[in-house]
T-cell receptor
Framework: DTEVTQTPKHLVMGMTNKKSLKCEQHMGHRAMYWYKQKAKKPPELMFVYSYEKLSINESVPSRFSPECPNSSLLNLHLHALQPEDSALYLC???????????FGEGSWLTVV | AQRVTQPEKLLSVFKGAPVELKCNYSYSGSPELFWYVQYSRQRLQLLLRHISRESIKGFTADLNKGETSFHLKKPFAQEEDSAMYYCALSTYNTDKLIFGTGTRLQVFP
């Protein structure tokens, strides 16, 4: 399995909802990432997990809460989001931080 | 701080024409540089990285440390090359991949 798999592909949520985005990889990669991508913009780094520990948090608002239950899984818990949080959320993984990063197809999030 | 600059938002060429997508970086150490491509409705994927010195789909990129550049080149563009191209930088012993703003390549028949 050489892919990063993300679910759901599309999510519509209200501003008071709680939802989660899920990501899975079975390549034995030790680094996992969450990126946010707005239309016609480059991906922006949100969080990095290294060996299941949060190593980088790019000053992301607390309404986004990452979780890494094990070396293959990465979740992004969403609560009380704003309409401006609507974007494509990309999960990625890498053998090491200085190596090629492999991206999932992303989860399209719409906050209404 | 590390920074990646792609000066062109859009590059339009005709099929068969040469293509050069520019990328400049700012980093005082030894960077690891990548080109990622995003075709319409597909995931972001690696096109090439400077350390491997490969040619992928006819594209090449050479790291010029003197000019701090990593321009992407192809001698004869194809229509299927139309996509969004991102230059990205990583540094040794960090987990960050910093993206440039991207260049959209349009290849007309």
């Amino acid at each position: 399995d050489t892919e990063v798999t993300q679910t759901p592909k599309h999510l519509v949520m209200g501003m008071t909802n709680k939802k989660s985005l899920k990501c899975e990889q079975h390549m034995g990669h030790r680094a996992m990432y969450w990126y946010k991508q707005k239309a016609k913009k480059p991906p922006e780094l949100m969080f990095v997990y290294s060996y299941e520990k949060l190593s980088i948090n790019e000053s992301v608002p607390s309404r986004f809460s990452p979780e890494c239950p094990n070396s293959s899984l990465l979740n992004l818990h969403l609560h009380a989001l704003q309409p401006e949080d609507s974007a494509l959320y990309l999960c990625a993984s890498s053998p090491t931080g200085w190596n090629t990063i492999y991206f999932g197809e992303g989860s399209w999030l719409t906050v209404v | 701080a590390q920074r990646v600059t792609q000066p062109e938002k859009l590059l339009s060429v005709f099929k068969g024409a040469p293509v050069e997508l520019k990328c400049n970086y700012s980093y005082s150490g030894s960077p690891e540089l990548f080109w990622y491509v995003q075709y319409s409705r597909q995931r972001l994927q690696l096109l090439l990285r400077h350390i491997s010195r490969e040619s992928i789909k006819g594209f090449t990129a050479d790291l010029n440390k003197g000019e701090t550049s990593f321009h992407l080149k192809k001698p004869f563009a194809q229509e299927e090359d139309s996509a969004m191209y991102y230059c990205a930088l990583s540094t040794y012993n960090t987990d960050k991949l910093i993206f440039g703003t991207g260049t959209r390549l349009q290849v007309f028949p």
